[in-house]
């Protein structure tokens, strides 16, 4: 049977990509999941449409915390979380929620929390002084001087880390803009052993996010020396979840193994059997 160049250039490119991504798991020895990815302005079915579904798992996140949160959506009560897992039931992906804020906890129970898979956390929204959340990202926050502010920073990642049953802290060591260009000088090394320890001593996953490519090395290094376990996570949305190539390169770079990456089970959440 005759092809023509354009198919048979067609195969080859699909060949190759493949290959290539065969290459990555093999290498890796554990299989890619994003357990950061957003469904904002798109839907569970267009986002499984996505090339990259086929070679990456997707762990779903919808925001999640009391009403004071600013969101389109935001999951508050166990009925809310249950309407959500429903429409993720029987789709290939694991449910998550990304938890907000200290107090994100206080509208779920136990039992409602156990139909996820996972939380994951991040440390981009702040208390001010007068307790108000700020979005740090956002022109109105108000960083001050930096190394007060990174005091305060690292303290609340201590905060949030035991804020409830957290599996995976996001967007690491991320920095308002105005503070990146001094992030080496910033990220003392007392500053990330304290995030580090108080993950590590928590069980929680330390994301290597792939859209701010972040935690730099150092980090990185003082979080696997201390049996920190890892995630890949692209903070994407549509038609961005999926692009991992930061952090399988960064994974490499580490040496990661399969026992090195965080897992999902779904017994963190529910309250322990009884035994003997
Ligand atoms: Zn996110």
Redesign the pocket.
Known sequence: MNITRRQFLKQTTVACAAASLARAEEELDFPLVDF?V?LDNSTIDKVLALPQAGSVKFGI?E?AGTKENQYPIVLSNDAELAAYVKMLEGKPVYKGV?AEFSDWASGFTKAGLAQLDYV?I?AMTMPDKNGKRVKLWTKEAEIGEAQRFMDRYVDWHVEILSSGPINIL??VSWLPAALMPDYDRLWTEARMRKVIEAAVKRGVAIEISASYKLPRMPFLKLSQAAGAKFTF?S?GRYPKMGLLEHSIQTAKQLGLKRRDMFRPVRQNFSSRRATG
């Open positions: 950061h957003h996140v925001h990304q994951l991040d996001a967007n996570g903070n």
